[in-house]
């Protein structure tokens, strides 16, 4: 089967003005920032490894904290977690129950951690005790936006539930395609 006109930045709308543009080109820069997947250890004091092309990508300022779905420590550059806490602050003035969601993002976000001489970041305990109890093996990748980190084991079923939930990747991008220019066409 093939798939065409996969979407692009050819594909969609263009937005005007030099705001709209400077936010292209930061997300056109971001886009393929993180990515791959690495296997490491958690050491004894809860400290992994972070690739050296994560590592240089993060920045000097990085917040360890949840991922947005809450089900997963992520690695922010600071700029992106400061971009997820604005836009959950949006929604919780527009819906108050997006207020127990930036609770707890923020709750479990922490600030002034770094990298050792040997590349690797403290986990602290209260993530730790949340998504990998008792976990040796974990599994770090790139979101394109930071960095994901989960147990091996969590990383095997998310595998096994892709699978089984999308038996056929290229036609569930084809209905995806298909469903956001309806949404397009629907908005003009």
Request: glycine residues 6%.
């Amino acid at each position: 089967m093939v798939v065409k006109n996969l979407p692009d930045e050819g594909n969609l709308p263009q937005k005007q003005g030099p705001e709209e543009k400077n936010e292209k080109q930061r997300l056109s820069s971001r886009r393929l920032g993180f990515i791959g997947v690495y296997n490491h250890s958690i050491d004894s004091k809860g400290r992994v490894i972070v690739p050296q092309t994560f590592r240089n990508l993060l920045g000097d300022r990085i917040i360890v904290g949840v991922n947005m779905a809450q089900d997963s420590i992520a690695i922010y550059p600071y700029e992106v977690w400061e971009e997820k806490v604005d836009m959950l602050a949006r929604l919780s003035h527009e819906d108050v129950a997006a207020e127990f969601f930036l609770s707890r993002f923020a709750m479990y976000s922490f600030d002034g951690l770094g990298f050792d001489s040997q590349g690797r970041v403290l986990l602290p305990s209260a993530l730790r005790d949340l998504f990998l109890s008792d976990a040796q093996g974990v599994q770090v990748s790139g979101t394109t936006e930071y960095v994901l980190i989960k147990s091996d084991e969590q990383a095997r079923q998310e595998r096994e539930r892709f699978k089984k939930e999308y038996p056929n990747p290229l036609q569930a991008i084809s209905e995806i395609q298909a469903r956001a220019k309806s949404r397009l066409k629907d908005g003009q």
